[in-house]
């Protein structure tokens, strides 16, 4: 597992390094809220720790383009979702989280938005769901809004303080965090289920 995570911790440590890294972090931002499986922390945490000075430009950069790509997604789940959206959720092999959302949009409405862009709970999902159903388009914008730059505003500012001792936890901790963010990402995807039935 070392052999394949160690070289991909690094790759995204370089690009956080590189002059065009914001303009990186704002298309993948965009584009992660659609269709990149990999959440937008892998770049923008090495960005924060190897360019302090411009961690909270980056947080903003990352939140507002999250933004967008959901407002996307939104789109496309409220106009397209019987050819675009199908396919999507198909490919993220989504259908049995589809089922459990909708249990959860009858109960919680718009405040699962909220959940959907602070937790690992797929982001993906939530939004184009959220078109799916006409929730009401301001209230998902403002949703979306509070949790994107609620979370990454976090992430910037604990990087911020605690940068160096961050970048060394990272680096010699990097498997055991990863295998942790796993185990968190499945508990809320059986929580949600469970709540849901």
């Not at 507002?64 to 092999?93: K, N, R, T």
């Not at 699962?112 to 929730?135: A, E």
């Not at 185990?183 to 949600?192: E, G, H, Q």
Request: aromatic share 20%; hydrophobic share 55%; net charge positive.
């Amino acid at each position: 597992m070392k052999k394949y995570l160690r070289p991909l911790y690094n790759y995204f440590t370089n690009m956080a390094k590189s002059p065009y890294a914001l303009l990186i972090l704002a298309i993948y931002s965009f584009t992660e809220a659609i269709f990149f499986p990999i959440p937008n922390e892998v770049l923008l945490i090495p960005f924060c720790i190897y360019a302090p000075k411009k961690i909270y430009k980056a947080a903003f950069l990352v939140s507002l383009f999250s933004v967008l790509g959901g407002i996307a997604m939104y789109l496309i789940g409220y106009m397209f979702f019987d050819s675009i959206g199908v396919h999507l959720i198909q490919y993220f092999s989504l259908q049995d989280q589809l089922a459990s959302f909708s249990a959860l949009y009858d109960k919680y409405d718009a405040f699962i938005v909220f959940l959907g862009g602070i937790t690992p709970i797929p982001y993906k999902l939530v939004t184009l769901f959220s078109g799916f159903v006409k929730c009401d388009i301001v209230m998902f914008i403002f949703m979306c809004a509070l949790s994107r730059f609620a979370r990454f505003y976090l992430i910037a500012f604990l990087l911020k303080k605690y940068g160096e001792q961050a970048k060394e936890f990272i680096e010699k901790k990097l498997e055991y965090i990863l295998i942790f963010i796993c185990i968190v990402i499945f508990a809320l995807v059986f929580l949600i289920g469970w709540i849901s039935q």
